[in-house]
Structure formats: structure tokens, C-alpha cells
């Protein structure tokens, strides 16, 4: 399963930092990445991390937030800096891992997290 942890309430231009982890029997991930949605809206990529280190963000969060790994731990991070309010949404992790070395990568999501940023 896959767990998120560190949402909360901050005042705009705060930052805030997100942490995911992994757990259970799996092969090998071969990437992580945060999704988010707000109210009303759909689910929406933010950034990704793949297991060689690649890192892709969405153009909103682009120079604002960063994503970084523990892979040998299975843990993803998101440090979020200069919050906006259009930030605000419940932040989703999500790990794509092969269960055996024959088999494709299957996605395993977490329940969220909420962030929220408000004066």
C-alpha cells in the first residue's frame, strides 16, 4: 500500500513538504509521482520520479516544487515551496511497481492528503 503523510494549512508563499511511502512485496518500483485535485476539478499530474532519477513536473509547479526519492526506502518526496491557493487540493502518491520480473508495472494509489493554502 501506499501512504502519504505531511499535508496541512499553510498562508500563501509558506512552503510545506509531502512524503510517500511504499510498503509491501513488490520486485522493483520503477516510478512515483504526485497527482492532486481540488474541489470541482479532475485529478491532475504534478511531478514524477522514475527510478533512474528522472524528474518531471507539471508547468504550474515548475520551479516551485521539487521531488526527490529513497528509493532503496520506497519513499518519495515533494517539497512545495511559494504555496499559492490554487495549490490547494488533496495531494495523491502514487507508485508504479512490477509484482515479478516478468511483469508489467501495475499502479498502486494512496488515500491523499489535503494541503491547503489560505491567509
Known amino acids: 500500500r501506499v501512504v502519504e503523510s505531511g499535508g496541512g494549512l499553510v498562508q500563501p508563499g509558506e512552503s510545506l513538504r509531502l512524503s510517500c511511502t511504499a510498503h509491501?512485496?513488490?520486485?522493483?518500483?520503477?516510478?512515483m509521482a504526485w497527482y492532486r485535485q481540488a474541489p470541482g476539478k479532475e485529478r491532475e499530474f504534478v511531478a514524477s520520479i522514475s527510478t533512474d532519477g528522472t524528474t518531471t513536473y507539471a508547468d504550474s509547479v515548475k520551479g516551485r516544487f521539487t521531488i526527490s526519492e529513497e528509493n532503496a526506502r520506497g519513499t518519495v518526496y515533494l517539497q512545495m515551496s511559494s504555496l499559492k491557493p490554487e495549490d490547494t487540493a488533496v495531494y495523491y502518491c502514487s507508485c508504479d511497481s512490477k509484482r515479478t520480473i516478468l511483469s508489467s508495472p501495475l499502479r498502486d494509489w494512496g488515500q491523499g492528503t489535503q494541503v491547503t493554502v489560505s491567509s
Open positions: 509491501g512485496l513488490f520486485f522493483s518500483i520503477t516510478s
